[in-house]
């Protein structure tokens, strides 16, 4: 899914529209060079950002490839759909929650439960005016490509990119981020979630810090993500739901940095960073977080 290259695209529109309004059309050529320097910049800035926050299936594939089992009670019941469509930070957020949650059951092969979660994705499409990104037609297609995992990511990739229309829209910058941190969050949630949700008493903890360093590793990959998301909304309108989003993830940012993973990693001590004991805080304003995009 390339939510990352569709937000750039989104963003760079919208940062030279802004640019365009400046001025008069007979400063035009004097303000060309100031402003061409800082443009460059941004843009910049901004790929940046984008292009490091994972897709939609990203982190769910790396959980599939740990081995960890498929935990259905970390999804976002798509029964809630209604509950969103409503408001459209709540349909943009919980859209991208959903896609994130289609990404977890194609990983798993859960292919007919992820075409009953387009359902939802669809609802959430046309409240927010993204006409034919989850039309009929490609339902269709779905149901017939069910057996192919490959044929629905692409199918899926194909949904997602008529999205680039509503997203290029300058006004609508705020809502493209949400559905980023919506899928971003989700996934982050699924991780830590597989890890909270595994027996306490199953093995003794030298065994039980083995058996979870992969989803770990996981979670502790993401920091550097959770310092871009947080700068993406940091750029867009501060008002509710981002203005808490931020707050809780400037807590998240610093549960990362308490854990100095680079530095013992440095040191050849990164083995003390991997027990699932460092990762409560940080579970804990996942927790947060998704509860607020999702109830």
Same mark, same amino acid.
Request: hydrophobic letters at 40%.
């Given at each position: 899914?390339?939510?990352?290259?569709?937000?750039?695209?989104?963003?760079?529109?919208?940062?030279?529209?802004?640019?365009?309004?400046?001025?008069?059309?007979?400063?035009?050529?004097?303000?060309?060079?100031?402003?061409?320097?800082?443009?460059?910049?941004?843009?910049?800035?901004?790929?940046?950002?984008?292009?490091?926050?994972?897709?939609?299936?990203?982190?769910?594939?790396?959980?599939?490839?740990?081995?960890?089992?498929?935990?259905?009670?970390?999804?976002?019941?798509?029964?809630?759909?209604?509950?969103?469509?409503?408001?459209?930070?709540?349909?943009?957020?919980?859209?991208?929650?959903?896609?994130?949650?289609?990404?977890?059951?194609?990983?798993?092969?859960?292919?007919?439960?992820?075409?009953?979660?387009?359902?939802?994705?669809?609802?959430?499409?046309?409240?927010?005016?993204?006409?034919?990104?989850?039309?009929?037609?490609?339902?269709?297609?779905?149901?017939?490509?069910?057996?192919?995992?490959?044929?629905?990511?692409?199918?899926? =990739?194909?949904?997602?990119?008529?999205?680039?229309?509503?997203?290029?829209?300058?006004?609508?910058?705020?809502?493209?981020?949400?559905?980023?941190?919506?899928?971003?969050?989700?996934?982050?949630?699924?991780?830590?979630?597989?890890?909270?949700?595994?027996?306490?008493?199953?093995?003794?903890?030298?065994?039980?810090?083995?058996?979870?360093?992969?989803?770990?590793?996981?979670?502790?990959?993401?920091?550097?993500?959770?310092?871009?998301?947080?700068?993406?909304?940091?750029?867009?309108?501060?008002?509710?739901?981002?203005?808490?989003?931020?707050?809780?993830?400037?807590?998240?940012?610093?549960?990362?940095?308490?854990?100095?993973?680079?530095?013992?990693?440095?040191?050849?001590?990164? =083995?003390?960073?991997?027990?699932?004991?460092?990762?409560?805080?940080?579970?804990?304003?996942?927790?947060?977080?998704?509860?607020?995009?999702?109830?």
């Amino acid at each position: 899914m390339k939510f990352k290259r569709l937000i750039f695209f989104c963003l760079s529109g919208a940062l030279a529209v802004t640019l365009a309004s400046c001025g008069g059309s007979s400063d035009k050529k004097n303000n060309a060079d100031e402003f061409t320097a800082p443009e460059d910049s941004l843009k910049e800035q901004i790929e940046e950002v984008v292009y490091n926050i994972p897709s939609p299936s990203e982190i769910p594939y790396l959980l599939q490839t740990t081995g960890a089992e498929f935990n259905e009670s970390l999804l976002n019941p798509r029964t809630k759909v209604d509950q969103y469509a409503a408001r459209t930070d709540k349909a943009a957020l919980n859209l991208g929650v959903y896609a994130a949650d289609i990404g977890y059951l194609t990983s798993y092969d859960k292919t007919q439960e992820a075409i009953d979660y387009l359902g939802a994705c669809k609802t959430l499409a046309d409240n927010l005016g993204i006409i034919g990104s989850f039309d009929g037609e490609i339902l269709k297609k779905f149901e017939a490509n069910i057996s192919n995992k490959d044929s629905l990511t692409h199918l899926l =990739d194909k949904s997602i990119k008529k999205t680039e229309i509503f997203l290029k829209d300058d006004s609508r910058n705020k809502l493209s981020s949400l559905i980023v941190a919506g899928s971003f969050i989700e996934g982050l949630h699924i991780s830590t979630g597989l890890i909270k949700t595994y027996p306490q008493n199953l093995l003794p903890t030298d065994q039980r810090i083995q058996v979870l360093t992969p989803l770990t590793r996981v979670v502790l990959e993401q920091k550097k993500s959770v310092s871009e998301l947080l700068k993406m909304l940091q750029t867009v309108e501060q008002t509710e739901p981002v203005t808490t989003m931020v707050a809780d993830l400037t807590a998240l940012e610093k549960a990362y940095a308490a854990l100095n993973i680079e530095e013992k990693i440095k040191e050849n001590r990164g =083995d003390l960073i991997l027990s699932d004991k460092n990762l409560v805080e940080i579970t804990s304003i996942v927790e947060k977080l998704r509860k607020g995009i999702t109830e």
